[in-house]
């Protein structure tokens, strides 16, 4: 299984960026899909999922309204759509597959990672 996130980049605050994951070796509309974010000096966060298991997504409340995941299932891939970036938004974002993540709840660990993609909001 590989999962290739890629996207990330240098943003001004307010300003929108699309991430992109990439997945091999699994099936992806079997899988549920995460999200997850790590600042520098901080935890590793959770950030969103899509379920393959109830179709909900779940957001973090620092995100509710401002990012969007979906999934197109033909193409193996997953995104996530960041609108009105902040710089507190600033980390390396990994995705990962295969967690927990129906009923609006998102667990806290994933079996499959990416590489993570560095996304930067600064002026």
């Known amino acids: 299984v590989q999962l290739q996130a890629f996207g990330g980049g240098l943003v001004q605050p307010g300003g929108s960026l699309r991430l992109s994951c990439a997945i091999s070796?699994?099936?992806?509309?079997?899988?549920?899909i995460g999200w997850f974010r790590q600042a520098p000096g901080k935890q590793r966060e959770r950030v969103s999922c899509?379920?393959?298991?109830?179709?909900?997504?779940y957001y973090a409340d620092s995100v509710k309204g401002r990012f969007a995941i979906s999934r197109d299932n033909a193409k193996n891939t997953v995104f996530l759509q960041m609108s009105s970036l902040k710089p507190e938004d600033t980390a390396v974002y990994y995705c990962?597959?295969?967690?927990?993540?129906?009923?609006?709840?998102?667990?806290?660990?994933?079996?499959?990672w990416g590489q993570g993609t560095l996304v930067t909001v600064s002026s």
């Open positions: 990962a597959a295969a967690l927990v993540c129906a009923l609006g709840v998102m667990g806290p660990g994933s079996h499959y």
């Open positions: 070796g699994l099936a992806l509309e079997k899988n549920n």
């Open positions: 899509t379920s393959s298991d109830d179709g909900s997504a």
